[in-house]
């Protein structure tokens, strides 16, 4: 006597192999998605800071950014008491090595030499998937970078792009 179809055996072996492969995909494209958000991160910071230096070298006046962790803001000048001209909520925070304001004269140019580095477990102790988590703000450049593991929040610690 013949039979078609399946065993009970079969179906569950196949169900449970299925089960297994979603759950890896799962995790790999959680992974996937957290490293695409810091890297989304760092290169929207890096367009808003360089945004920053442009209005500063063709307005001819100072413009000052402060960044104090999800909260980003433009001032249209070095007084950071007032409204910002400018402000956005970023996804993950933010630390600095030194202060948080960045100010860019009439030139472009910015005394400031600091690091700014996308934490989002909120722990500099600990790496993250994403190929870029940094940024080094020079007097005339702005760099994007991947902080070492383990490493705080410097420029010594981060290898420039």
Known sequence: MREDGFTLLEVL?????????LGIATLQ???MSKKAAIEGQVQTLHADLM?????ALY????????????QFS???????????????TMTF????????????DSNGLTTNLLSLCIDPLNDLSKSNPASVDSL??????????????????GTATIDQQ
């Open 13 to 21: 072996t196949v169900m449970a192999i299925i089960g297994i492969l």
């Open 74 to 88: 433009l001032y249209s000048s070095t007084v950071t008491s007032v409204i910002p001209e400018q402000q956005k």
């Open 51 to 55: 945004a920053a230096r442009l209005k």
């Open 29 to 31: 494209f959680n992974e």
């Open 93 to 104: 925070p933010v630390f600095a090595n030194t202060s948080t304001d960045i100010t860019f």
């Open 59 to 70: 307005g001819k006046r100072d413009r000052t950014v402060r960044i104090i962790g999800r």
């Open 136 to 153: 080094v703000v020079s007097q005339a450049r702005i760099n994007i970078g991947k902080r070492r593991a383990g490493g705080a929040c």
